[in-house]
């Protein structure tokens, strides 16, 4: 039986680079395996995929019991297929908190550790094998990291994830400089993509006591491009918002080379988010703040209503 290995929905570089990164080692030690997609992957991963070789995994909508399933680079069970707990969970990896809600039909292999990325766990459970991997696994490692700490900016960044990173880019005869440049680049193209998609493309629900949000994030080292789609996008949310069964849309686009974050204010709601989460003073319909880059550090923990 082959094991399915997935990240979150709304699959960003980690959760589509870490399936393929797992899925191999466990093929290579004996587990047949294969990656799998919860979604379409933002434009980053695809680009990064292409780069180093490598197909898209298979989008999956849901699980079933006679399923084997390993999870990445999440532990949320709202983030995971609908029939996630019918599933055999044989192993999980990550590196948020611990949010509870799923069952296993028996013991399983728990490694959540505080890193920047699902990718540097991965690279410390593989051992040797890591170093004799072949090049198309370590770029996407190298391209997990970088992604996950926005080239050593998010405050996410550990000392191990950055010295992992560097390792590997000896390794590969990479600058990483140019490569990540190359990376955001790519990020930052939403051109193709209509209000909905941008409003869930990297997003995650959060519950702060009674209100639903969905917490959506768009990195880019070019923010005039969402921005000038601001009147459109709030538009959007309350329509997203309904779909989705949530409260309302937040959006920070973060600029990823000022190191700073623009909230888009629609309404009363968000501007109290922002003065009691942020403590921003909100004038107009957007409101920047400064230093703002992480949504698991920095945003979910600060939110308030």
């Given amino acids: ?56 995994p298979a989008v999956i909508e849901d699980v079933t019991a006679d399923d084997q399933v390993v999870i990445v680079d999440t532990n949320n069970p709202a983030e995971l297929p609908p029939s996630i707990n019918e599933a055999d969970i044989r192993a999980i990896i990550d590196h948020h908190k611990l949010v509870g809600g799923l069952e296993t039909k028996g013991p399983i292999d728990i490694t959540i550790r505080p890193l920047a990325c699902t990718a540097t766990i991965m690279h410390d459970l593989m051992g040797d094998a890591a170093k004799t991997a072949p090049e198309g696994i370590k770029g996407l490692m190298l391209s997990c990291i970088l992604s996950d700490t926005l080239e050593f900016r998010s405050p996410t960044t550990t000392d191990h994830d950055r010295a992992v990173a560097e390792a590997l880019a000896a390794d590969l005869g990479i600058d990483i400089p140019g490569y990540a440049a190359e ?17 869930r493309m ?10 639903k949000f969905r917490v959506s994030v768009l990195e880019t080292t070019a923010p005039q491009m969402v921005l000038d789609r601001k009147a459109s996008l709030m538009d959007s949310m309350a329509t997203v918002a309904a779909e989705d069964g949530v409260d309302q849309v937040l959006l920070f686009v973060v600029d990823i080379l000022n190191e700073e974050a623009t909230l888009l204010v629609p309404n009363d709601l968000v501007k109290t988010v922002a003065a009691k989460s942020f403590g921003a003073e909100v004038t107009g319909d957007t409101v920047v703040l400064p230093g703002i880059m992480s949504r698991k550090k920095q945003i979910i923990p600060n939110l308030a209503v």
């Avoid at 570089?13 to 290579?28: K, M, Q, R």
């Fill in 183 to 199: 990376m955001f680049a790519a990020k930052s193209d939403v051109s193709a993509f209509s209000d909905a998609e941008l409003l």
């Fill in 1 to 56: 039986m082959t094991t399915l290995v997935f990240g979150h929905k709304a699959p960003d570089t980690d959760s589509t680079g870490s399936p393929l990164i797992w899925a191999w080692y466990l093929n290579e030690t004996g587990t047949p395996a294969g990656a799998r997609l919860l979604g379409q992957p933002n434009t980053e991963a695809l680009f990064v995929a292409e780069r180093w070789g490598f197909d898209l």
């Fill in 202 to 211: 990297d997003s995650k629900e959060y519950g702060v006591g009674d209100t």
